[in-house]
């Protein structure tokens, strides 16, 4: 959620350090007033993918259950609720939560991380900030613990209802490493179990270990002395084989064995999740001896419609007594480009002498399944709440409340925009999507390969300010199509950021007049990105057609996010930092 949070803070129900903060009334407000600037009437998002055109047989769902860019995905159950978080990165408000009944339909219900007096992401690359949460719920208290890189290390927040409002962070800085899980035991005992380095230095690149810490739920504390923080994976299934970039443990008691899930490989192609078990946490954790429990690096990556790069995944054990697992994966278009990021996926665990198996090694992940055997009332999804198929999504910007499917850059100030009169104002900040500090932006993820977007606007008073619509993978790879009034006319044109060279793809001038309505679209085909615009109700004129989408993949950007589609004011007379993430 987008609104600002006070300062006067509640107990939270069972930490009894951690403390809840109070919702003011929604941020932007009605009575303030900011700057001219440039005034937006609405923005449509609308997915085209072919994979989603054939409607769903009778008892199907479809995969992925979350497109776009949401990784890393955590989950738990509360009843017959089912909530999942997942990695935001340098994106605010951070770590999106999404509510389901059946573990197929997902809702956006809030975010976690919305307070900013929490968290500074100034000066971080995109694809640093808030790193793979993990999500459980215990005893009437929901817990998420992550990772915030390069901006304070490890912390725990607790909730009493998902949607918020959140505790303030513990910080836990005896945690080093990323990817922190939280396990609650059935005697009571509570353990945190990360990424880290090995004992002693490391062997090889991408080298990492597992280690195991108690934590006294009591005392809100790590418990430290002998035996705290130990090794409990060390590089992976088998150090022998050099396996790199253990990660994203989680662990489950389940039937007398302790379960150790974690992702293997890097997450890229050889992405793949590995488990361990143990009957005591104070034994060694031993390896399946099939492991990996899921991969696709061994299929034909020239293979029609790959799903590719799967791994990061959490188990849920459903009401009806099911184990499904959500995971993270990638639909490229070509090679290993996709602009999409690393989506979640939904399968069902199978046991193998009591080891679980997610998918036999060599069979490809379905892009439809049979549904979970989930017994509840449902609520159907309006199109408007869908997170996958080919969907629709349109802000008319009539209510004061930003919707949380928004996305902004590194801050959590909005000063800068309001909305009124059924319009979105956005005043220039100091900073261009070039530089690494908080911008007048806000973005819609991109989460279909083929898309349309579009806004009107209405065309700016003031010099020096352009605005327009983004595609954004990070600082140093972006498009911006946008317009700015000169001294008797206006300019449009369309700029393309690569490796942090700027260049213009279009540069003309169109003849109208202050306060008149413009519609800019852009439409994405997998590799290929094209700009149009339409004054009043004419037909759209194309100003650049088919210019390189993979520019804003993680192929050519590199990084961990998927794009963004959005919009963007800037001044034209300061717009001219060209860092790199």
Not at 6 to 20: G, K, Q
Not at 45 to 71: C, M, R
Not at 165 to 191: A, H, M, N, Q, T
Not at 540 to 546: A, G, T, W
Request: charge should be negative; glycine fraction near 8%; hydrophobic fraction near 35%.
């Amino acid at each position: 959620m987008t609104s600002m949070f006070s300062r006067v803070c509640l107990l939270a129900v069972t930490l009894p350090i951690l403390l809840a903060c109070q919702p003011k009334s929604a941020e932007p407000v009605e009575d303030k007033q900011i700057p001219a600037g440039v005034s937006f009437n609405w923005f449509e998002y609308q997915g085209k993918d072919e994979i989603f055109t054939q409607p769903l047989a009778e008892g199907e769902y479809q995969n992925p259950i979350v497109s776009g860019f949401y990784p890393d995905p955590s989950i738990t159950r509360k009843g017959d609720d089912y909530y999942m978080v997942h990695s935001s990165f340098s994106y605010t408000p951070g770590v999106p939560i999404l509510h389901s009944r059946d573990l197929v339909n997902w809702q956006l219900v809030g975010h976690v991380l919305t307070q900013p007096e929490q968290f500074k992401f100034d000066g971080l690359g995109v694809s640093r900030g808030i790193f793979a949460p993990t999500l459980r719920y215990h005893d009437g208290v929901f817990y998420m613990i992550t990772t915030a890189v390069d901006a304070g290390g490890n912390f725990l927040v607790t909730a009493t209802d998902p949607a918020g409002p959140w505790s303030e962070p513990l910080w836990l800085p005896e945690i080093g490493g990323i990817d922190p899980d939280i396990f609650f035991d059935d005697d009571g005992k509570v353990y945190i179990a990360h990424n880290d380095g090995p004992d002693g230095e490391p062997l090889y690149e991408g080298h990492r270990a597992i280690r195991l810490w108690e934590f006294d739920l009591a005392t809100n504390t790590v418990v430290t002395g002998e035996g705290s923080g130990r090794v409990i994976v060390n590089g992976g299934v088998n150090i022998a084989d050099k396996p790199v970039w253990i990660e994203g443990p989680h662990i489950y008691k389940i039937n007398g064995w302790y379960y150790l899930t974690c992702a293997e490989g890097g997450t890229s192609v050889n992405h793949s999740q590995v488990v361990f078990r143990t009957k005591s946490l104070s034994e060694p954790f031993v390896p399946f001896e099939n492991n990996p429990i899921l991969s696709q690096r061994d299929l034909d990556p020239a293979r029609a419609n790959p799903v590719t790069s799967t791994g990061h995944a959490d188990f849920i054990q459903t009401v009806e007594g099911e184990w499904w697992s959500v995971f993270l994966a990638t639909r490229p278009y070509a090679d290993n480009f996709y602009n999409t990021g690393r989506e979640t996926y939904l399968l069902p665990l199978t046991w193998q002498n009591e080891w679980p198996v997610i998918l036999p090694q060599g069979q490809a992940v379905p892009y439809r399944h049979v549904k979970p055997k989930i017994d509840v009332e449902l609520t159907q999804l309006s199109a408007t709440d869908a997170l996958t198929g080919n969907f629709t999504w349109r802000d008319e910007f009539s209510q004061q409340e930003i919707d949380p499917r928004w996305n902004f850059l590194r801050g959590f100030d909005r000063s800068w925009l309001q909305v009124r009169n059924d319009k979105l104002d956005m005043q220039a900040s100091a900073f261009d999507l070039s530089s690494q500090q908080q911008t007048s932006f806000m973005g819609h993820r991109q989460q279909h390969g083929r898309f349309s977007v579009r806004t009107s606007l209405n065309l700016p008073t003031q010099q020096d300010i352009s605005g327009g619509l983004t595609a954004l993978q990070n600082s140093g790879f972006y498009y911006y199509f946008a317009v700015q009034k000169q001294q008797d006319n206006y300019r449009l044109f369309v700029q393309q950021v690569n490796k942090g060279q700027a260049s213009l793809l279009a540069d003309t001038v169109i003849n109208a007049r202050a306060g008149q309505e413009l519609t800019l679209l852009v439409n994405g085909d997998k590799g290929h990105v094209s700009f149009a615009y339409t004054l009043v109700d004419g037909a759209p004129i194309d100003l650049v057609v088919n210019a390189d989408a993979t520019l804003l993949s993680t192929e050519s950007a590199g990084g961990f996010v998927g794009a963004m589609l959005g919009l963007h004011v800037r001044n034209e007379a300061s717009s001219n930092n060209r860092q790199v993430d």
